[in-house]
C-alpha cells in the first residue's frame, strides 16, 4: 500500500496537485518559454537553474516543476505539444493514416524550425546529451500509431521497422536537407517529405518491412 501510494504522488505532475492550479500552470509554461527562449537563442540546452532565472522563477519552485533537466527539456521541445499526430476520426486505413501524422508532424517541424535546428545541432555534437529530446526517437511512436492497423499482418516489431522508416525520411534532418542543400521551399520540402513516407509505406505494403 505504501508503494502504491508513493508512485500515485511522484507520477502526478506538480502543478496538478494542492490548490492554486492556474497560476501553476502559468509558472509552468513561464519555466517552458524560458527553456525555449534560452535553446533558440544561444545553442545550448538550458540547466533548470537557468530556466528559473529567465522566467523570474525561484531554483527550488523550478525542480518542483522539473526535477532533471531532462524533463525540462523533454517538455520545452515543440513536438511534445500533441501526444499523438492522428486527427480525430481518422479511420483504419493505414495509408491515410500514416499521411496525416506526417503531415501533421512536418507542419510542426517548419513551424518551429529556428528550435528544431538548434536542437538538430546540440544533438549531432560529439559530446551530445543522450537525454535531448531528438535523441529519444519519439516520432517513431507517432508513425507506430497510425501503423497500427497493420500490426496483425506485420506484427509489432515489423510496424516499428517501418515507422523507423518513415522517420529517416521525414523530419528536421530531412527539411534541413532539402531546403539548405537541394534549395526546395518549405512547402514543396513537406510535400515531398509527405511523397516520401507513403513511397516507404507503398513498398511495405507490396513486399513486406525491410527484414
Known sequence: MIGRRYHEVVSTPYEQTGGRV???????????????????????????EQAAARASVSRATAYRYFPTRRALLAAAHPETVSPSMLPPHVGDDPRQRLIAAVDRFTRTIVDTERQQRTMLRLSVEAEADAELPLRQGRAIAWFEEALEPLTPRWGASGVRTVAVAVRAVAGIEALVW?????????????ALMCWNAAAVLDRALAEGPPS
Do not use: C
Open 22 to 48: 492556474r497560476q501553476k500552470e502559468r509558472t509552468r509554461q513561464d519555466l517552458l518559454a524560458a527553456a525555449r527562449a534560452l535553446i533558440a537563442e544561444s545553442g545550448a540546452a538550458p540547466t533548470v
Open 178 to 190: 532539402l531546403t539548405d542543400v537541394a534549395g526546395l521551399d518549405r512547402a514543396a520540402a513537406r
